[in-house]
């Protein structure tokens, strides 16, 4: 494959700062490559240096062999179709109007329109899905047709190399799964594509390969699942994130958790969890800063997988098997070195009725989560019913939201007893 | 195609509504003259056939009345596109032919020339022009940093230099002396004492200057879609913008040289079109064009009809604002 667009060492400032420094890429024909980062971190600056908006200071960039430096506007229009994050547009030009204006590169300063120009405005217009607005005024449709608007008049300039930032920012979820499509068809035809994408997600889910900007520089460059990890996410984005696979999509899938600066928690705080219920409470806790222990789990449970993901100390069962003496000490170590035990809304079943009667006999604390009720949940009979109702009145009962502060406080409280009568070994 | 077609009934229109108004601005003055003798003596002097309407009547009608109303024509047709494209150009609706301190400039010159001690022939319209020219330039040249001229500094520019200028001829208003009411007379824009002379220098800069604005046209549509959109559509965007900077500014240069400063047509006219033909420069161009040209010669023969004449620039305000108000609250007047 051929570079359809090759980046330099390219730095530009802008106003005196520095917005891009010493970038070099390269971006094969026939690809869609996107441009992930957060806020700031260049990636428009960087659509906008491609397309010779910008001149950069230092460094060349060489669109389908030519470098644009040297190219008048004219000619690289001809290469290089720009679908710019929002327009503004005041004036109530009618929609088709608008994309007739992407033909602008292939008329001649006296020349009417071909059929040819017409044939292409018309296939744009298709392709984008525009075609009930086509007779509207381009300032009485809502924000997110607007960017379709835009994206038909860059089909309709018809160039190898399509420059989209942020495409799918004001549209619906149907949307913006319909226009990624559209853009992957794009690809699929041959055409280069770089699109500036905020939502992690979807830039995993539809670019061949991603760029990970973060303060003017490429930090990661390759396919998605090898770009978006949880360390480079946290480096770059500075909020805590799991990176993990979407079990409809199987792409990389992120969730990110608010940085807090006082993150780092101390304590250790054990999670009795089961058919995914702990998924969402692991997943505050660690990004709380707690340390966590899980068990006793089903070796292939979700929960499971997600606490080797979160490094966390595990105790499993063979699946369906039910907890033995053995799996119980375990739990019980694990009890005992935490500071808390958070008990999630687990279907209550034979098999696991030691571990919640582990929980009751052990001293740490203990906070309820209140999910599914009981008899929804129960298939351990009046056993069950009776473990439940005990953990709910030695517990903090609180909901999935309160269980971080819930768990806080009960960590509070153990550091705050004297040392003698601490009932860690 | 379609839009060819409703241009030219725009047009086609706006030119019959021009004839209109010329053949019944010809009849109105001291002297009645019927429009049918009006056309009569204009047909008769165009195509050099004979005409039984009285030598007076001949005289009145093509020496003092048709240059009059050929260069109102002329004046309202370079102001009303010099305004349609600086309206697009700032993509700002308060922007006005004078946007750049060609006004600014043509009174500075025009005014220089009227107190100066030593009266020099045509100096007056030489003077306004060059003085008009300057200005623009000048304010180019300020609001212009490495190749860019962002329009923003540009319009910043235009008042601080509109401003400085303003000073520089109330100055020479307060010492004028005798010279103050032909001054003012002047500042306040006027088409009296016009001659074919100046009707024919006027169509030697109006009429290039605007063939080549109208090529400029589509340019300038994608121009009010921001410059970093138009740059990605191929144009040269500081090369198109100096170009419409600097042929506006000729065709406002070149209006105010003969006529004064005759304000609101240049705003008001490219708004009134906008509503009824849409944004697109390809037929609101020409419209606006034609439509100013009847504005001004409609206002300027309510000037003259009274009893004592009017300067024109009075009556384009007095009529033009209250029907602008008009069209602000029931129609809404877009910002462009």
Excluded at chain 1, 49 to 70: E, Q
Excluded at chain 1, 191 to 203: C, E, N, Q, S
């Amino acid at each position: 494959m051929t570079a359809a667009i090759d980046i330099d060492d390219v730095s530009v400032t802008l106003g005196g700062v520095s917005v891009l420094e010493s970038v070099s890429t390269t971006v094969d024909e026939g690809t869609l490559v996107g441009l992930v980062g957060p806020n700031g971190a260049g990636k428009t600056t960087l659509l906008r240096t491609i397309n010779g908006v910008l001149t950069p200071d230092r460094g060349s960039i060489c669109v389908a062999g030519k470098g644009v430096a040297g190219l008048d506007s004219r000619a690289v229009s001809r290469l290089v179709a720009t679908v710019p994050q929002s327009t503004a547009s005041t004036f109530e030009f009618p929609v088709r109007r608008i994309v007739e204006m992407g033909r602008t590169p292939h008329l001649g300063r006296f020349g009417t329109r071909t059929a040819d120009d017409r044939a292409a405005v018309e296939k744009a217009i298709h392709r984008a899905a525009v075609e009930h607005l086509a007779d509207r005024p381009v300032t009485a449709v809502s924000g997110g047709e607007r960017q379709r608007v835009f994206l038909a008049r860059a089909l309709a300039q018809d160039t190898p190399v399509l420059l989209l930032d942020e495409p799918t920012s004001d549209l619906d979820v149907n949307h913006q799964v319909r226009t990624l499509d559209l853009v992957a068809d794009l690809v699929g035809e041959g055409r280069t594509v770089v699109a500036a994408i905020h939502d992690l997600d979807l830039a995993a889910r539809y670019c061949d390969e991603l760029r990970l900007l973060h303060d003017g520089r490429i930090r990661a460059a390759g396919p998605p699942e090898s770009v978006l990890t949880d360390a480079t996410v946290e480096a770059a984005f500075g909020a805590q994130a799991t990176v993990t696979t979407h079990p409809v999509t199987g792409t990389a899938t992120v969730t990110a958790f608010g940085s807090d600066s006082s993150a780092e928690r101390d304590g250790t705080v054990h999670v009795v969890g089961g058919g995914a219920a702990a998924t969402p409470l692991l997943h505050r806790l660690d990004a709380a800063g707690f340390d966590l222990s899980v068990g006793a789990v089903s070796v292939d449970d979700p929960d499971a997988e997600l606490a080797r993901t979160l490094d966390a100390d595990l105790v499993t069962v063979p699946p369906y098997a039910p907890v033995d003496g053995e799996t119980r000490e375990a739990v019980t170590d694990q009890l005992c070195r935490a500071d808390a035990v958070v008990v999630a809304d687990v279907t209550v079943a034979p098999g696991n009725c030691p571990i919640l009667e582990a929980v009751l006999d052990a001293a740490t604390p203990i906070v309820v989560v209140d999910g599914r009720p009981v008899d929804a949940r129960n298939v351990a009979g009046a056993r069950g019913r009776r473990l439940v109702r005990r953990l709910r009145e030695r517990g903090t009962v609180v909901d999935a939201d309160g269980v971080v502060s819930a768990v806080q406080r009960a960590v509070d409280a153990v550091d705050r007893r004297p040392a003698e009568t601490d009932p860690r070994p | 195609m379609k839009t060819s077609v409703r241009t030219g009934a725009w047009i086609g229109g706006l030119i019959g509504a021009l004839v209109a108004v010329t053949l019944v601005s010809a009849t109105i003055g001291p002297v009645a003259i019927g429009a049918g003798s009006v056309a009569d003596i204009a047909l008769a002097s165009l195509l050099g056939g004979a005409t039984d309407a009285p030598a007076s009547h001949r005289t009145i009608v093509m020496s003092i009345r048709l240059p009059r109303i050929a260069l109102g024509a002329l004046v309202g047709f370079a102001l009303a596109a010099a305004g349609t494209v600086m309206q697009g150009f700032f993509r700002n609706p308060m922007a006005d032919p004078s946007i750049i301190g060609v006004s600014a400039g043509a009174a500075t010159g025009a005014v220089a020339a009227i107190v100066a001690p030593v009266a020099v022939p045509v100096a007056l319209p030489v003077a306004a022009f060059v003085g008009a020219l300057i200005a623009a330039f000048g304010v180019y040249l300020l609001a212009s940093e490495g190749g860019r001229t962002p329009v923003q500094t540009l319009l910043l520019a235009g008042v601080a230099v509109q401003t400085f200028l303003g000073a520089v001829v109330s100055f020479m208003l307060v010492s004028a002396g005798r010279d103050i009411q032909e001054a003012i007379y002047w500042l306040m824009g006027h088409l009296h004492h016009s001659t074919w002379g100046e009707v024919t220098v006027a169509t030697a800069v109006v009429l290039p200057a605007f063939l080549g604005l109208l090529v400029y046209a589509r340019d300038l549509n994608v121009l009010l879609l921001g410059e970093e959109d138009a740059h990605s559509l191929g144009i040269e965007v500081e090369r198109t913008k100096r170009l419409l900077l600097t042929v506006s500014s000729l065709l406002t240069a070149a209006a105010v040289a003969v006529a004064g400063v005759i304000g609101f047509v240049g705003l008001v006219v490219p708004h009134v079109m906008r509503l009824l033909v849409g944004p697109d420069h390809r037929i609101l161009l020409p419209t606006s064009a034609l439509a100013g040209a009847s504005f001004l010669v409609a206002t300027d023969t309510i000037a003259r009809a009274g009893a004592a004449e009017l300067p024109v620039g009075i009556v384009t305000a007095a009529v033009g604002a209250p029907f602008f108000l008009y069209l602000l609250r029931k129609r809404e007047v877009q910002s462009p």
